[in-house]
């Protein structure tokens, strides 16, 4: 894309961000790859070392040896705790810091927008957290770190302490349900938005990928932030095939200038 077209779509975008009451940010693993974090699909993605298929929940409950290996990945940082947030996530910030987000609804598990500033009770995780671990049993959560830790002092497979019940990454594992309260609530914004922004995704994992589909045909406006095409791309006021971290800084820059911040 040429310099002066990408001018043209950030300053298109601003103002669709300018006259807009309901913004909705909906990301994916794109957004986080300048953090350092691998996304699922592209070129050296998570899914080039691993195989998706020993990620499933009914392999997670029914086989030792498949918990054993999944918390070894989990172990070695599958996904780094350490991550923090890039340019993307931090103009995110911006834009609730401005008054100007109503929310985000995120693919994402690495709690990188409430880690720039995005109040968590206005982040909807449609495939949960990193950050805690769940006993199936009893429903205790214990912060990620703290299993973490258990694992480094070489247990393979914790067990939840106070009831020795099956612990479980809180997150949602392929064939698993996504919480249906949060998925509630992500559809309701999506369709109650006027503005939504799609930002490093795919949109090609369901659910989740339903969200920009009740927007558009709610009649919400669309802008799409990603490297590679998506199949919502034709319904998109504004389309830019670039990195977030600068894109996204110069969007919201442009919003700054615009309204004389
Ligand atoms: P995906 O891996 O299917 O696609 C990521 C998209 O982001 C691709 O289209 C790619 O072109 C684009 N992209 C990569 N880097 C980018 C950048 N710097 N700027 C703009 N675009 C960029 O991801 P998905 O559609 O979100 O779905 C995969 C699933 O994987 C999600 O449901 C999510 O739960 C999970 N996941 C999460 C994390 C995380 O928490 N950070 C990481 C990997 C996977």
Known sequence: MNGSDLKMLVAEAADLILSSNKLVVFTGAGISTESG???????????ERFDPDDFTYSKFISSKDSRRMQWNLFREGLLSDKAVPNAAHIAIADLYKMGRLD?????????????????????YELHGNMKWARCLECGRRYPFEEI??????????PDCIACRGMLKPDIVMFEEQLPVDVLEEAGYRSMAA?????????????????????????????????????????????????KAGDTMTSIVQTVQEKSGL
């Open 37 to 47: 974090i691998p996304d699922f699909r592209s070129p050296g993605g998570i899914w």
């Open 103 to 123: 929310c985000v609804i995120t693919q994402n598990i690495d709690n990188l927008h409430q880690k720039a500033g995005v109040p968590d009770d206005m982040v």
């Open 148 to 157: 973490k830790g258990r694992l480094e002092q070489g247990e393979e497979i």
């Open 194 to 242: 006027d503005l939504f922004i799609v930002i490093g995704s795919t949109l090609t994992v369901y659910p989740a990928a339903y969200m920009p589909i009740y927007a558009v045909r709610s009649g919400v406006k669309l802008i799409i932030v990603n490297l590679s095409n998506t199949p919502m791309d034709r319904h998109a006021a504004v389309v830019i095939n670039e």
